[in-house]
């Protein structure tokens, strides 16, 4: 309910249990995934810790068991994925386990040395068989430079000839079959031969000795055959052998695993509790939501029936002044957020948590830098594929993947949004949509010369507004009119349009942020800053940019002739600086007056802001001279210099974060030219081919156009505007009111555990 | 600004954000997730309709208009009328 909005209420409890039930109740308490453990041996190091040994022996088993895992991979045999371990892992099956992992290497260690050995003797073998013509087998890749040196040291005194092996079925035993050549080099003289020797040496040929006549080569042959036979029937019952002591190692591999990672689980969080005297009570101190303390109670008897003691153990709440962990209760919808928030910082406790606004307000303000509904409608097609497969995209274990399906409800509300945008913006693959009739028409222009008359006077025919008929007097209903897309001098208004919209948005989130504070100050009974901070900035922030926002909604909502109308940020700079002596500056009657009510008032908010929370201090701290301050600073001179860094960063804050939101403006306007230079450059060119021929050259352009959109648009520009997004929450809306110095609840838990493998 | 062609499209986006924003949320079973639903259904209603108001305001009274090429209009006065 409202777990959401605030992070949860947390308590402290000590929990008392006998060393017996300690495995069955640390692991129900790990199977629920509700409790953080505190450490009560801060002081001591790792290897000082009493169960270090039995964490050791843990590492160990998972190390076997990674190579016997590589192993089975290795021979494509398939490990089988159900899951019914819910056996509870106790100490006595740490030993037992642990022989059995180290018979299983032993095991396999000596299959696998056997092998390689036989595996050697065999290839020597079929080389032997190939060569009772010839002298040496050498590697293929090094036979041309071997032949090159024998010509630099023998001038040509030698004939040499050589011939490829062609590998036949039975050489496919051989683990990774290496290309390699068989020759054969006559010479003249025994002292020659032995240099031939050393060379072989050098580039690895291996020699055989070759019988001088055809009935030696021809016994070789048939020896060489038999042995063949042999040691191929040994290696296919080595093969076998290690394929059924693998497949018996597969079947319980899943579960040895879980196992292991529980059991080092369990005693890596022992080592965090205290054992008292007598051995037999362990003490620990564990963080929980207050909520769910009857479901850890039921969790704890449990445990402690199954390991068969008598006594429950005891559940004891302590009161403390520690600063407990900030907990936020997700599901697989809100947890994406919920991370965006924690990377920039956590909340403290019991702060309000951002995130339930920011689901909506960031794909939103990611949708009005991104606004065309073409993209966006592929955005959303993208995120509803990852929403329906995700079980398969995760499957394919790549990080970057990983990270889109974590995101994929972000990036769905985000195309929702710039799908709504885009129709505002009236912008659809950088073209308009015309449904309702654009407010503007051309035909009154003509009166009363006529076409031809009034358009030979230039190449441009500049509508105004003035004239009759011209401008239907009631704008388009629903976003931007059509007649904008087609017009020459379109920047000059959509420009003019969007920056005032950046800072509406502006102001109006930046408000909402502290408003946002101001329910921190009521929850925490925090009145007297309610009086002291919230009020001051309201106001100040009301005064100066309220009425630069009123200033814009009149300018737009009175008619007025272009050439009176006076510039808002002109009108605005003037205010600042008392200047009303140009003509022409009046948007209303009774404007000098009200500017300078304002600009005095938000002038003496500054003052309030800076003094008053101090000096009330100050006044509380002579009276009270008790550790009335012991929450905060020592002394006063901290809390004055605190109170003018915040006082001069909210009122500086104010004016360049208002300016930070023109970034809105900036980005979708970058995407629209974009976009319209995909447009008129790539796909207009094809179009625009009236022979036969362009229906092929549409094809192929329409490609590079698609391929454009997806890589420049759609991720570049999604990717920056996402960023621009996520930092105008985390620096212009957060710093109204979100502290995000707290540190996360990371509880014990075994799902946790299993999803991060 | 009391023309019909305003009025029509001003009474049915703000009826429309207003009941999503202002109605359907009393229709939300009561559950876990209230909260944050609601939260959502008024935080759309309330941009989505300011994101369209700022868009149909500012084009209430311009100040200038459209500048159209000559090939445009001569385009559009032959073929479509």
């Known amino acids: 309910m409202d777990s959401f909005f605030r992070s949860e209420e947390m308590c402290l409890v000590q929990l008392f249990f006998q060393t017996e039930s300690a495995h069955n109740c640390i692991n129900e308490l790990g199977h629920l995934g509700l409790v953080q453990f505190k450490d009560l041996n801060p002081g001591t190091v790792a290897f000082q810790r009493r169960f270090v040994k039995e964490v050791k022996k843990c590492e160990e088993m998972e190390r076997i068991l990674r190579f016997l895992e590589n192993e089975v991979v290795k021979s494509n045999i398939p490990i089988p994925a159900d899951f019914t371990s819910e056996t509870i892992p106790v100490p006595r099956d740490v030993l037992d386990l642990e022989s059995r992992f180290d018979k299983l290497e032993q095991e396999l260690k000596e299959i696998n040395s056997n092998r390689d050995t036989l595996r050697q003797n065999f290839t020597q073998l079929m080389e032997i068989n190939h060569l009772l013509f010839v002298a040496g087998v050498i590697k293929h890749e090094r036979f041309p430079a071997f032949e090159k040196i024998l010509w630099r040291l023998f001038h040509g005194n030698f004939v040499l000839r050589h011939a490829e092996i062609k590998p036949h079925e039975e050489e496919n035993m051989a683990e990774d079959p290496v290309k390699k050549d068989v020759f054969v080099v006559f010479v003249q003289g025994d002292q020659i031969r032995g240099k031939i020797r050393k060379l072989c040496d050098g580039f690895h040929a291996s020699m055989y000795p070759c019988p001088n006549n055809a009935y030696a080569r021809k016994e070789m042959r048939t020896n060489a055959n038999t042995r063949i036979e042999d040691l191929r029937l040994v290696l296919k019952r080595t093969e076998e052998f290690r394929e059924t002591t693998l497949t018996a190692a597969a079947a319980n591999l899943q579960e040895w695993t879980s196992k292991v990672k529980k059991m080092k689980a369990i005693y890596y969080t022992l080592n965090l509790c205290n054992i008292d005297i007598t051995q037999k009570l362990i003490v620990a101190e564990i963080w929980c939501p207050v909520s769910d303390l009857n479901s850890v109670h039921t969790a704890l008897i449990h445990g402690s029936e199954q390991s068969g003691s008598s006594l429950s153990p005891v559940v004891n709440r302590i009161q403390t002044q520690q600063t407990p962990p900030t907990f936020n209760r997700v599901n697989s919808f809100t947890t994406g957020f919920q991370s965006i928030i924690d990377a920039y910082g956590v909340g403290n406790y019991q702060e309000i948590n951002p995130a339930p606004y920011t689901m909506v307000t960031f794909p939103f303000l990611f949708a009005v830098m991104f606004g065309d509904c073409g993209h966006g409608l592929v955005m959303t097609l993208l995120a509803l594929w990852l929403i329906l497969h995700q079980e398969h995209f995760r499957k394919l274990k790549n990080e970057l993947i990983d990270m889109l399906v974590d995101g994929r409800y972000i990036i769905f509300l985000m195309g929702l949004f710039s799908i709504y945008t885009g129709l505002i913006y009236n912008d659809c693959f950088s073209k308009s949509f015309n449904v309702f009739g654009s407010s503007w028409s051309v035909r009154p222009m003509f009166h009363p010369h006529g076409p031809n008359d009034t358009l030979h006077d230039s190449g441009h025919l500049h509508l105004d507004p003035l004239v009759s008929g011209v401008y239907s007097g009631n704008p388009y209903p629903f976003g931007v009119d059509p007649i904008w897309n087609i017009a020459s001098n379109k920047l000059s208004f959509l420009n003019s349009y969007k920056m005032k919209m950046s800072v509406i948005m502006g102001v109006a989130h930046m408000l909402f942020g502290v408003t946002l504070s101001l329910v921190n100050y009521i929850f925490f009974r925090n009145l007297k800053d309610v009086a002291l901070q919230f009020i001051p900035e309201v106001i100040f922030m009301l005064s100066l940019f309220g009425y630069l926002i009123f200033l814009i909604l009149y300018k737009w909502c009175v008619v007025m002739k272009s050439e009176s109308a006076p510039s808002i940020l002109l009108l605005f700079i003037n205010m600042m600086l008392f200047d009303y002596s140009s003509e022409g500056t009046v948007l209303y009657r009774t404007q000098k007056p009200v500017q300078i009510f304002l600009v005095v008032v938000a002038v003496l908010m500054v003052p309030w802001l800076l003094f008053a929370k101090p000096l009330l201090l100050y006044r509380k701290h002579k009276y009270h001279t008790l550790e009335f301050l012991s929450s905060h600073c020592r002394n006063m001179a901290d809390i004055f210099v605190y109170q003018g860094i915040h006082t001069i960063e909210y009122c500086l804050g104010c004016i360049s974060n208002t300016a930070s939101y023109l970034r809105l403006w900036a980005l979708s306007l970058a995407h629209a030219e974009l976009s319209e230079v995909l447009w008129k450059m790539v796909l207009q060119v094809a179009l625009r081919v009236t022979s036969g021929m362009g229906s092929v050259l549409l094809a192929v352009t329409f490609a590079a156009f698609a391929v454009l959109t997806v890589t420049i648009l759609l991720v570049m520009e999604g990717l920056s505007a996402f960023l621009h997004a996520l930092r105008l929450h985390w620096v212009e809306f957060q710093n109204k009111f979100y502290k995000g110095s707290g540190y996360k609840f990371t509880p014990l838990s075994f799902d946790r555990m299993r999803d991060m493998q | ?81």
């Open chain 2, 1 to 81: 600004m009391a023309a019909l062609s305003f009025v029509i499209p001003m009474s049915v986006m703000t009826l429309f954000w207003g009941i999503i924003g202002g109605v359907v949320p009393w229709f939300i079973p009561k559950g876990p997730n209230r909260g944050v639903i609601v939260t959502m259904l008024v935080l759309t209603a309330v941009c989505c309709y300011l994101f369209w108001l700022i868009a149909i305001l500012a084009q209430l009274n311009p100040l200038f208009g459209p500048s159209l090429k000559n090939d445009t209009i001569w385009y559009m006065y032959y073929h479509w009328s």
